[in-house]
């Protein structure tokens, strides 16, 4: 759970709540992670859907809202299973002539009922404490599959490791699902930021953006992720940043628009490491190439603050 929710649900401050989860933690009753806290053993726990529904639903929201925009008209895509691609995929529903391949039971029953969507699903096993398909199964399904970009979720992201998750089966389907994509999106909100579990699914060097919310001003090791995988050659865009500027519409002629408190906000990288269409984002440019040290090195304290 979130420091956040914890703090609503007994009536309380974040402050006496961290400072509880602190004496806690040293009595072995749970693990800290950044921004909430875990049942012992997270590192090869995973909660299950009923659980992951209720966590971080507004960064979800604000995470699917921005996402959406990255899906154009007659795209095809493939989406993988978790409570976050399947808030995606509601707003999906309205892209005319989009084709996805999902292996999640949830994405494909969010768009079963959208006329201008075909929805196509794996093969494989039922994984039911997440709605998923896994297995040989499914990932012989998706050999010789092409398409344009892969949405993914997980348990943890790491600049030094990537995206990943608690199960092995999830995390074999989910590599196949990178295999067929030409640029891979990873959704995660800010609680996920330097969180690492059991199983890789999806290398830094493979995941062309990541679509998160913006971390609580006291997160500082969420920010420090940020930065570090910005570093690394990823195009962050951040949902919900306070006095972030950008359009508010998206670029997919069917994707909802984004509220405006859910503007977009880019973090500059040092360098693009591939060059990717737009699609609703503005490319991230280079630190080096911005003009004026001093500018620089505001942009930096600014992320670090955030």
Request: zero cysteines; a neutral charge.
């Amino acid at each position: 759970m979130s420091l956040r929710e914890l703090a609503r649900v007994v009536q309380t401050s974040e402050v006496t709540v961290r400072r509880d989860v602190r004496a806690l933690e040293a009595e072995g009753l749970l693990d800290r992670r950044h921004g909430g806290a875990v049942l012992p053993g997270g590192f090869t726990r995973e909660s299950g859907f009923p659980q992951k529904s209720h966590l971080a639903t507004a960064e979800k929201t604000a995470i699917a809202d921005l996402a959406a925009g990255l899906v154009e008209e007659g795209e095809a895509i493939v989406v993988g299973a978790g409570t976050t691609t399947q808030e995606l995929a509601r707003r999906l529903a309205r892209v005319p002539g989009l084709t996805v391949v999902t292996n999640s039971l949830l994405v494909a029953q969010a768009l079963a009922h959208a006329n201008r969507v075909e929805v196509v699903m794996t093969g494989g096993t039922l994984r039911g404490s997440n709605y998923a398909l896994v297995g040989s199964g499914a990932e012989q399904s998706l050999q010789g599959l092409r398409v344009s970009k892969a949405f993914l979720s997980g348990s943890g992201l790491t600049a030094e490791r990537g995206l990943s998750t608690s199960n092995m089966l999830s995390a074999s389907v989910d590599r196949a699902l990178v295999q067929a994509a030409a640029e891979v999106v990873v959704l995660a909100d800010h609680s996920k930021l330097g969180t690492d579990t059991m199983f890789q699914t999806v290398p830094t060097d493979v995941i062309t953006r990541l679509v998160t919310d913006d971390p609580p001003a006291h997160d500082d090791r969420a920010a420090t992720e940020l930065q570090a995988l910005a570093d690394q050659g990823v195009q962050i865009a951040v949902a919900g940043g306070s006095g972030a500027t950008g359009p508010s519409g998206s670029s997919g002629s069917g994707g909802d628009a984004v509220p405006a408190r859910q503007q977009r906000r880019d973090v500059p990288l040092p360098g693009p490491r591939r060059q990717v269409p737009g699609a609703g984002l503005r490319t991230a440019t280079a630190l080096g190439e911005q003009s004026g040290g001093a500018e620089q090195r505001a942009r930096v304290a600014d992320l670090r603050r955030r």
